[in-house]
């Protein structure tokens, strides 16, 4: 069973939620907040295995509630619920750690998933928006010396799991790509996580759209990265 806060300021919002996360889908929703603040107080509490969070809310939105979440514990798993056309607030929110994005509309089954996958340590990136998303990225960049390092520090091996990660490629497919056992990709994936130090899939898929790992140009990530 998987535990969750959802944080919304609509009540409407939030009851369409927990019909959607109901214990026979797997999921038990222990606590809920109607603003940022009050949910650094309700994940603190309850500790849960993910948050489901909005982005547009008063006192303290989604974004600063994410990177105060993160700050205050880096285990959090969070997935951000928006609407469509927040490219810019998407951005900042994986920039401050959300593990993921998905569209308030999207069909119940894909929130379900992209639950179930930030729960579990990956990332969940919504196709609908994730291009655009990421060119916006591309159209702001972060300025980090210490990248540099840290590309360098991947073998050539290293760097081609990355760019396909990066193009939304799963494991499987990745190895099927590379002609190599699913096992040895997983290998190679831990090792770039803890070398950029990125902690999941949505991490490693900013990290190489942001230093031109990979280009805007190239195929988005697919749903469940």
């Not at 409407?12 to 999921?27: C, E, K, V």
């Not at 969070?78 to 069909?107: H, M, Q, Y």
């Not at 190895?175 to 990709?185: K, S, Y």
Request: net charge neutral; hydrophobic share 50%.
């Amino acid at each position: 069973m998987i535990s969750v806060v959802l944080v919304d300021d609509q009540e409407l919002a939030r009851a369409g939620l927990r019909t959607i996360l109901r214990q026979p889908y797997g999921f038990d929703v222990v606590g809920e907040a109607a603003d940022g603040q009050a949910a650094l107080a309700e994940v603190a509490r309850v500790r849960p295995d993910a948050v489901v969070m909005d982005i547009r809310m008063p006192r303290m939105d989604g974004v600063e509630a994410t990177r105060a979440l993160l700050a205050a514990d880096p285990a959090s798993r969070i997935l951000v619920l928006t609407t469509f056309g927040e490219d810019n607030v998407l951005a900042a929110a994986l920039r401050a750690g959300a593990s993921g994005f998905c569209l308030k509309d999207a069909p119940a089954e894909d929130i379900q998933r992209a639950v179930r996958a930030v729960a579990a340590g990956d990332g969940w990136l919504d196709p609908a928006v994730c291009g655009r998303v990421l060119r916006r990225y591309r159209a702001d960049p972060v300025t980090d010396p210490d990248a540099v390092r840290r590309l360098g520090d991947l073998t050539a091996r290293e760097l081609d799991v990355l760019k396909l990660i990066g193009r939304g490629l799963t494991n499987a497919e990745i190895a099927r790509q590379l002609v190599i056992g699913e096992g040895t990709i997983k290998t190679h994936v831990g090792r770039i996580f803890t070398k950029l130090a990125v902690r999941d899939r949505a991490a490693a898929v900013v990290f190489a759209f942001d230093h031109g790992v990979v280009h805007p140009g190239e195929p988005p990530p697919m749903p469940g990265v």
